[in-house]
């Protein structure tokens, strides 16, 4: 793990100046004063106007400004964070929030290596023992009979026997728990919704870091809560931060990745989980522990669900560690969520699709999941090392096992030009937009090395990252000059 000179800017030491933002309103017969500027806000978040993590005006400088009450200000702010489009901070301010919208899916791209060198997506390496295993576990199930897994419809929470696999697969996780506290899912995104759905409701406040998945930040805007991240360092999240945060009080949950985090990579030591579990416990939060990337890591971390037996929500799956097609995850519940998590599961997706969980179940029994997981460090190990070797410098934040590398962009470019700049040379890279939820990120690229990529191809996409980082950029950034 590698975090130079604080390259990250995530300890931020004092507030950003608020945006230089004078709405024009515009106000409908019959519409209120609070109304017409919620709508303004919306309507200039949406023009790009007003940018996310600009840190608004304050409310009284606002109302002076507009000739308004404060009243009308705040009324206003509070109908704009409670649709999503605002995000107070406690003691700094309120900032635009970032949003997951059709520009996340234009970032992160999926197409054929021959059409773009993809670094957008993270994803485990895809090698010819993946496809080999593949190929052998179709046979054998082709030749077997598939009665016990393709013809039922329950348990809702999975086949029992995946269920008492899937406490094998968890044990080497640090995670004991019976079989009536495992529901099989269909990845860990599934899970992530699970969990949240069972203990969020709309409005509530939920906490994560401040540069996080970008599924997080999307489930926030259809569940409705408050996502705010709060500022890290290279083991995630602070301490200080997160109890400041419960004391302000209305924190509901905390969903966080303590191993390998998208995009920053930062492993928590246990000492820090020991901390989080300790402040989640005294201020009675519920913790989802996102550990998609734990099986990644052979180091003994203990599990912070573990040590909140009633407040503790553990996912994991097999599509980052073991093989990107395997969409097939668990989610670990406290004792009292058990039918609460499977009845959301039933009205959500019935259930978990057995056939995967089927395969999953096989492959962890006959030691192919172990295998290929090994096969995934071994080829983490080199990608990363060819990474940092061409890019060295650049580099804010990797680590060894890590799919990902978060790259720190030079001050002579944005982030906008420099992505645009690599689409033009087919390198598609990921900028920090969709991964912000809370102020002091201090910006970057997410570079991914998984996939289908060999090292020949990976060295040449890497190379022209490198490449385009020491280029000066266009005097007039309007894209590819021919």
């Not at 919620?38 to 400004?65: F, N, Q, S, Y």
Request: hydrophobic share 40%.
């Amino acid at each position: 793990m590698r975090f130079p000179e604080n390259q990250l800017g995530l300890d931020p030491a004092s507030p950003t100046k608020p945006v230089d933002w004078r709405p024009n309103l515009t106000k409908q017969k019959g519409e209120t004063k609070h109304a017409a500027l919620t709508e303004r806000i919306i309507a200039d978040i949406g023009a790009g106007v007003l940018k996310p993590m600009d840190r608004m005006p304050t409310h009284r400088d606002l109302a002076r400004e507009l000739g308004l009450s404060v009243q009308t200000i705040s009324l206003s702010y509070k109908e704009a964070e409670r649709l999503g489009y605002l995000s107070g901070e406690i003691g700094r301010g309120t900032f635009v929030k970032a949003r997951v919208t059709d520009r996340a899916g234009r970032m992160m791209l999926d197409h054929s290596p021959n059409e773009v060198l993809d670094l957008s997506i993270i994803r485990g390496a895809y090698l010819d023992a993946h496809e080999n295993a593949s190929r052998e576990i179709f046979r054998e199930l082709a030749e077997s009979d598939n009665a016990s897994f393709m013809r039922p419809c329950r348990p809702i929470a999975g086949l029992d026997r995946h269920r008492d696999t899937a406490r094998i697969w968890l044990r080497m996780l640090g995670v004991t728990a019976g079989a009536e506290r495992i529901l099989v899912t269909n990845g860990a995104a599934h899970g992530i919704f699970l969990a949240l759905s069972c203990v969020v409701r709309s409005g509530d406040v939920v906490l994560c870091e401040n540069l996080t998945d970008h599924g997080i930040i999307g489930l926030s805007n259809i569940i409705g809560f408050s996502l705010k991240g709060l500022s890290t360092d290279e083991e995630g999240i602070l301490p200080d931060a997160l109890e400041a945060a419960c004391a302000a009080g209305g924190v509901r949950a905390l969903v966080l990745i303590p191993t390998l985090n998208n995009p920053t990579g930062h492993v928590a030591s246990t000492a820090r989980r020991r901390e989080i579990a300790a402040i989640a416990k005294r201020h009675g939060i519920f913790v989802i522990e996102d550990e998609v990337y734990r099986p990644m890591i052979e180091e003994d971390l203990p599990s912070i669900t573990e040590m909140l037996p009633d407040l503790g929500f553990f996912v994991t799956s097999f599509t980052k560690t073991v093989l990107t097609g395997l969409r097939v995850g668990y989610l670990v519940v406290p004792p009292a969520y058990s039918i609460r998590a499977a009845s959301i599961l039933r009205v959500s997706s019935w259930s978990g699709t057995y056939l995967t969980g089927e395969i999953a179940t096989r492959w962890v029994e006959n030691g192919t999941a172990q295998r290929l997981l090994e096969i995934q460090r071994e080829e983490a190990r080199a990608r990363q090392s060819i990474a940092t070797e061409i890019l060295g410098e650049h580099i804010a934040s990797s680590h060894p096992l890590s799919l990902c590398a978060w790259l720190k962009v030079p001050s002579r470019w944005t982030e906008e030009g420099l992505v645009r700049s690599l689409t033009n040379q087919n390198v598609a890279v990921t900028p920090s937009e969709p991964f912000i939820a809370g102020p002091g990120h201090g910006g970057g690229i997410r570079i991914c090395l998984g996939g289908r990529l060999n090292h020949a191809t990976l060295t040449k996409a890497l190379t022209t990252v490198r490449q385009a980082f020491e280029q000066l950029p266009p005097v007039y950034d309007i894209g590819r000059i021919l």
